[in-house]
Structures are given as structure tokens and as C-alpha cells.
């Protein structure tokens, strides 16, 4: 593998904490949470620009198209989820119920994310 391939990957990995972090903090109570709301909204479009501009075209030239399919789709969910979130804002009604379905529906596939890299990386 690359140094280049090597240095997305290692980056991806620390966003995907970040972004576990940033969850964690933009759903505790008080004052913080509207710039811990935005602060993981900062990192979300960061991420996703990193994994459409690396992930998905490097899976899908590793003969794994459905895969890279398959998780764009997943995206387009969080993206939606987390547009209606946006909407409610970290005061509104129903804010700490959408945060849970954007965590469900972000991790979920960082986790699927995290697996296909290492099989990019591997071969396998």
C-alpha cells in the first residue's frame, strides 16, 4: 500500500472518533450543545468529502462496485437525516431523538466503512 493510502486511512480512522465524540458531546444538555452540534456537523461533511473522493472510487476499482454502492446509499440516508436534524435544531423537539437515529445511521456504516478498508488494504 501506498504512503498516500496509507495517510487517507489513518485520517478516516481518526474522524471516525472524532465523530464518536462529537455525537457523545452534541447530545449532553446545556449551553454547549448547539456548537457541539455544529462542530459534528463540520465533521461529517469533512468525512464524507474524504471517503467520496478516496473510499468509494478505490472500492469500486477494487471490484467491489455493490459495496461502494451500497454505502453511498447509506449516505444519502444519514445526509437526509441529518438535514432534518438541521431543521429542528440542537433546541427543537424532537432534536435528541433524530441525534440518535443520525448516530444509528452514521456508525453504522463508518463501521461497514472501516471493515471494506481494511479488505481494500489487505486484498482480500
Known sequence: MTADR??????????????????????????????????????????????????HPTTRRSGRPAAASARVGEEKQAKELLARLYRIGPGGTGYRRGLRALRRAVLGP??????????WRTGA
Do not use: S, W, Y
Open 6 to 55: 496509507m495517510n487517507v486511512t489513518a485520517v478516516l480512522k481518526d474522524q471516525h472518533r472524532q465523530i464518536r465524540r462529537a455525537f457523545a458531546r452534541a447530545a449532553r444538555p446545556g449551553r454547549g450543545r448547539t456548537p457541539a452540534f455544529h462542530h459534528l456537523v463540520r465533521l461529517l461533511a469533512t468525512h464524507e468529502a474524504a471517503e467520496e473522493a478516496h473510499i
Open 110 to 119: 463508518a463501521d461497514r466503512c472501516r471493515d471494506l478498508v481494511r479488505r
